[in-house]
């Protein structure tokens, strides 16, 4: 009874999420009026490529194979895409260029690293660690830019907020777990083993109805 209820939880209320970006990016152009920034496209292309990748790894998961090997090449990928739109949301700097590739230069030292030490076949701890550990980091840095900013916009208007917000979210709120589901998959009982999963699916959850309210930020209105 308790894995089916598990199962249920993933298929029907926490896997449908990775739609929630571009069935907002689809109203967003129905409707119209909302802010379009240079670097939207790019962010467009990158959530593209995260839900085709999130929809091959949950199929595989469904037909029972192990989908891992998948991912040890995917989120990277992922991950450098983010990178790169996250740089364009500001003035490019000599400094802020640096910043970004040091992060993409560890990041994906670390993937590639990951797939050593914790094999093809389990999940890439190092990888997911280091990416939670830069997430933390530079969603922290550009919500401090964005508040320093002398302008009469309100955060929430500004889709630079909502992504810096969903970085943030997902590095922070994913550390110990990614740091720790390997350790979860050798030692957990079958029956517990689904929860550490189901916490880290809530947090997914957020992250992408945050990145989801990216493409929903309205254009002031002008009196």
Request: charge should be positive.
């Amino acid at each position: 009874m308790i894995r089916p209820l598990y199962r249920w939880i993933f298929l029907y209320l926490f896997d449908p999420f990775i739609l929630a970006p571009m069935l907002a990016f689809a109203w967003a152009r129905v409707r119209g009026g909302f802010h379009r920034p240079s670097w939207m496209r790019s962010y467009l292309a990158v959530q593209v490529f995260d839900l085709l990748q999130g929809a091959i790894f949950i199929a595989l998961a469904m037909s029972h194979r192990n989908n891992q090997w998948f991912r040890h090449l995917s989120q990277p990928l992922v991950f450098a895409g983010l990178l790169w739109v996250l740089a364009r949301t500001s003035t490019p700097t000599p400094r802020r260029r640096a910043l970004y590739l040091a992060c993409l230069g560890i990041g994906l030292l670390a993937a590639v690293a990951g797939v050593f030490l914790n094999g093809l076949f389990l999940r890439n701890a190092l990888f997911t660690t280091t990416q939670s550990l830069i997430f933390t980091g530079l969603g922290t840095y550009e919500l401090r830019r964005l508040i320093l900013q002398d302008d009469d916009e309100a955060l929430s208007s500004k889709p630079e907020f909502w992504l810096d917000g969903a970085i943030l979210i997902y590095g922070s709120a994913t550390l110990i777990f990614n740091a720790s589901s390997n350790f979860f998959l050798r030692t957990l009982p079958p029956h517990l083993l689904p929860l550490p999963w189901l916490v880290n699916g809530l947090v997914i959850v957020f992250y992408q109805i945050s990145l989801a309210k990216v493409f929903l930020c309205r254009k002031p209105i002008s009196s």
